[in-house]
């Protein structure tokens, strides 16, 4: 069974940058696509950003490309989230996931495994 557990999050100011990590154990993880979701109360839960087996493949959604980076080390069994010039509009709580196949990256009800989430708060 992959767990998943997330951590980095906190309080920011405007502008400010965070550095999420998600740490993965009881499965092969260099053979997991892994995303990251958020939710904002009230809110569904959004595609944030992803990367496949291959490091090299990347995805984003629109609304942080430029701004945030996903990253993954194999080796460590850890993705990252790297959240530069953050804004109020980002804050929600942020997910990481993991599926074993590497289509519909951005699609919540693909991924088999989840983490617990971590808050992020953006104040203006």
């Known amino acids: 069974q992959v767990q998943l557990v997330e951590s980095g999050g906190g309080l920011v100011q405007a502008g400010g940058s965070l550095r999420l990590s998600c740490g993965g154990s009881?499965?092969?993880?260099?053979?997991?696509?892994m995303g990251w979701f958020r939710q904002a109360p009230g809110k569904e839960r959004e595609f944030v950003a992803a990367?496949?087996?291959?490091?090299?493949?990347?995805y984003y959604a629109d609304f942080v490309k430029g701004r945030f980076t996903i990253s993954r080390d194999n080796a460590k069994n850890t993705v990252y989230l790297q959240m530069n010039s953050l804004k109020p509009e980002d804050t929600a709580v942020y997910y990481c996931?993991?599926?074993?196949?590497?289509?519909?990256?951005?699609?919540?009800?693909?991924?088999?495994?989840w983490g617990q989430g971590t808050q992020v708060t953006v104040s203006s």
């Open positions: 009881g499965g092969t993880f260099r053979e997991f696509a």
């Open positions: 990367i496949s087996w291959i490091a090299g493949n990347r």
């Open positions: 996931a993991a599926k074993p196949t590497a289509w519909r990256l951005s699609v919540a009800n693909e991924y088999n495994y």
